[in-house]
């Protein structure tokens, strides 16, 4: 699966909106661009994900540039809950990899200010 | 929301000895999965699990590993030998279908080999 880069970390105060970039510059036509979150001492949870087009969900917001090599996961209004490690991740479902394997990289610390 | 439990959430064990880490995975879910995540490193892939039976596996997922669904709730992960190095947070996660590739992952079990 192709590579991503993100920030190692972010920080944001409370009730402000947090954008967290990744970029993708080898995508292919292929590939959607997923989003997951792990919380301190939890499983990664699904955020968002798409493959050209904006997307909304009641977490967060997707925008993805229309070069496709990049995406910003955006929150909203960030709360003291949003602080976990976020993961970009590309799933290629077009060359047969497997359903649900996902590559996860570092991802980005984001920390949440009161 | 229907979660996936995973239980113990801690197990020490000593080095040789043989553990089973216990899934309940999402009841109408189809597809299988066992993540790990050695402290402070990358969350990664080990099998996946479907029909009964393995689909993918990765180079960690050797003959001292193995996965089994003794039932219609119950996904397992056998570690035969323990080494010190299996020491990690290991994650069950499940997907409903393959038209949907959302990963629902469990809290995790933390594993320690002394």
């Known amino acids: 699966d192709a590579k991503t880069t993100q920030p190692n970390s972010m920080e944001s105060n409370e009730e402000e909106p947090v954008h967290l970039p990744c970029n993708h510059s080898?995508?292919?036509?292929?590939?959607?661009i997923h989003w997951y979150r792990q919380l301190p001492s939890q499983g990664p949870e699904y955020v968002i994900h798409?493959?050209?087009s904006n997307v909304n969900n009641r977490m967060a917001s997707l925008a993805i540039a229309e070069d496709r090599k990049s995406s910003t996961l955006i929150l909203h209004r960030a709360t003291l809950r949003d602080a976990a490690v976020y993961y970009c991740i590309l799933r290629d479902y077009g060359r047969g990899s497997t359903l649900g394997r996902l590559y996860f990289g570092r991802g980005t610390q984001l920390t949440v200010w009161p | 929301e229907p979660e996936v439990t995973q239980t113990p959430s801690h197990q020490v064990t000593q080095m040789g000895q043989e553990v089973i880490l216990r899934c309940v995975p999402i009841?109408?879910?189809?597809?299988f999965y066992w993540y790990r995540q050695i402290l402070g490193q990358k969350v990664e892939f080990l099998v996946s699990?479907?029909?009964?039976?393995?689909?993918?596996k990765s180079e960690i997922f050797d003959d001292q590993f193995s996965v089994e669904r003794p039932d219609g709730s119950n996904f397992t992960l056998k570690i035969r030998s323990t080494k010190l190095e299996d020491s990690a947070m290991y994650f069950c996660a499940s997907i409903k279908d393959s038209s949907n590739e959302k990963l629902f992952f469990g809290s995790g079990t933390q594993l320690s080999v002394l």
């Open positions: 699990f479907y029909n009964n039976e393995i689909s993918e």
């Open positions: 009841s109408n879910h189809l597809y």
């Open positions: 080898t995508i292919s036509g292929t590939d959607y």
């Open positions: 798409g493959l050209t």
